[in-house]
């Protein structure tokens, strides 16, 4: 059952430059840990000490917040297209 995860180009510099790849991950946690096997520079910079997801960075399923769907414990679909984007702030 694999999902096809996108990262914006913020975080392509801890990926080797690939900005999509697929994952066989059946929820959010899942997905962390395959990020911590395949791209490890990329799990420091999107898990806490405490391997918590940090507060920055969104999680988007077929354009839906992660948040609304259930959180960790929503179950990826196939096919299911997700986006990790981190929060942008700043301006006056």
Do not use: C, W
């Not at 430059?17 to 946690?29: I, M, W, Y």
């Not at 395949?38 to 799990?43: D, I, R």
Request: charged share 20%; aromatic share 8%.
């Amino acid at each position: 059952m694999p999902i096809q995860v996108t990262l914006p180009t913020a975080f392509t510099r801890h990926t080797g430059g690939k900005k999509t790849f697929n994952s066989g991950a059946e929820n959010l946690p899942g997905l962390l840990s395959d990020i911590d096997q395949t791209f490890p520079a990329l799990g420091t910079q999107i898990k806490d000490e405490q391997g918590q997801l940090r507060r920055f960075v969104n999680i988007y399923v077929n354009d839906e917040d992660i948040r609304f769907l259930g959180g960790e414990t929503y179950a990826f679909q196939d096919g299911d297209e997700v986006m990790l984007i981190p929060s942008i702030a700043g301006g006056r």
